[in-house]
């Protein structure tokens, strides 16, 4: 009997069937892009909490950054191709497609769906570029899961306003050029765009990270900072701004914690097939292969509902609640998957010249960010129930 290990276990249920060429062109082009510019030096910059800024330009010109939106040099692909580029780049790190989500979804979507047309034309073109970053000011120290109750705070001075506050967690703020900043005013909660260089606005990074290693995370501080009022995102109003944005960015987690899982799985799958104990492969066990099997099912399901709710995305019939959904069916599975995974791995596992482990690192903070478990979990209950159970 011939035996031919999967090499992508995506492959059990032929899911790259239900793709159409362009999909599966633009996954393909997007892999290998990782595999020669990130895969070789990943266990390293993890290791030393680097983030290879030089390669923002690189993701530019591959098209990933707002590749979802339209104009302004952006690419306009259809919601599943960005879902499967996030696919891809999660499964070479979470760095990296937390890069691309917070460049393309949360501070270009903020500007392309709730700015000026001239702050449209300032920024999204060097955005989708990788000439410039961008970052994504929201949560507080002590408002992350009720962002209404933020302290930052944005005051009228005539034609002016001036901002105080800070933001903590933010993903890219050490590096960023431009910081999408919400606020409270006399109006309610407004978008700012801060340019890094304006008096008043810093950031500092921070340190001792055990997940996102290979990512820029920092702090953001404004102490009376000076803004005209065409820094103001004009069609923004209260919280519908920030968790729109916050949408969009979820949905890129939905297909990239698919990625940290089948990463993590063909590693696993790889590795019991070249380990030899009682004189046979690992992967002839029968535990073993349990583990893989369930793990695969997993996988598996996880990937149909992401391409689900992206063909569902495309049509434009996607609900929150059904984003909230996918984050927390697929971050949680993909959790589950790498730490197994792990496990089939032995002392090796522990070891970052293998990926399950760094995965489920990284998947920890993605397990907290753009909505906690707890929080999608009350979102999915209320959609059943009718009843918010948030307070």
């Known amino acids: 009997m011939s035996r031919k290990p999967l090499k992508d276990p995506l492959d059990l249920l032929d899911l790259s069937s239900a793709l159409s060429d362009e999909e599966r062109e633009i996954q393909a082009t997007v892999a290998k892009f990782l595999t020669d510019r990130v895969r070789p030096h990943i ?37 599943v191709s960005y879902g499967l580029a996030c696919l891809e780049l999660e499964a070479a790190d979470s760095g990296f497609r937390s890069f691309v989500s917070v460049q393309g979804s949360l501070s270009m979507y903020s500007i392309w769906k709730w700015g000026s047309e001239g702050q449209k034309q300032e920024w999204l073109p060097r955005l989708a570029a990788g000439e410039a970053i961008g970052c994504f000011g929201l949560t507080e120290p002590d408002f992350g899961s009720n962002p209404s109750g933020m302290r930052t705070r944005a005051v009228r001075d005539g034609g002016d306003w001036i901002l105080n506050g800070s933001k903590m967690w933010i993903t890219n703020g050490g590096i960023a050029d431009v910081a999408t900043v919400w606020a409270q005013t006399e ?32 702090e953001l501080y404004f102490d009376n900072v000076r803004l005209p009022d065409s820094a103001r995102l004009p069609l923004a109003e209260g919280l519908r701004g920030p968790l729109s944005c916050l949408n969009e960015a979820r949905f890129g987690i939905l297909f990239g914690a698919v990625g940290a899982a089948r990463d993590s799985l063909q590693a696993a799958i790889e590795y019991a097939d070249s380990r030899v104990q009682f004189d046979k492969p690992i992967s002839a066990f029968q535990l073993t292969q349990k583990k893989l099997a369930d793990m695969t099912v997993s996988l598996s399901s996880a990937a149909l509902l992401a391409l689900h709710l992206g063909r569902l995305k495309d049509e434009h019939r996607i609900r929150p609640e059904q984003i909230s959904v996918g984050k927390l069916n697929n971050v949680r599975e993909a959790i589950a998957i790498a730490r197994e995974c792990r496990s089939i791995l032995g002392a090796n596992g522990i070891s970052l010249e293998y990926s399950p482990l760094r995965h489920a690192n990284n998947l920890e903070s993605v397990l907290t960010y753009e909505g906690t478990n707890e929080m999608h979990t009350l979102v999915v209950g209320q959609a059943i129930t009718g009843y918010p159970a948030f307070r």
């Open 187 to 218: 109006d309610g909660i407004r978008g700012f765009l801060v340019p890094r260089g304006t008096p008043g606005f810093t950031t500092q990074d921070i340190k001792q990270k055990m997940s996102l290693r290979a990512s820029i995370t920092s």
């Open 43 to 79: 266990g390293e910059w993890f290791e030393n909490a680097h983030f290879a800024r030089e390669l923002a330009p690189e993701l530019g010109k591959l098209g990933v950054l707002g590749m979802h939106l339209e104009g302004y040099g952006c690419a306009g692909t259809n919601a």
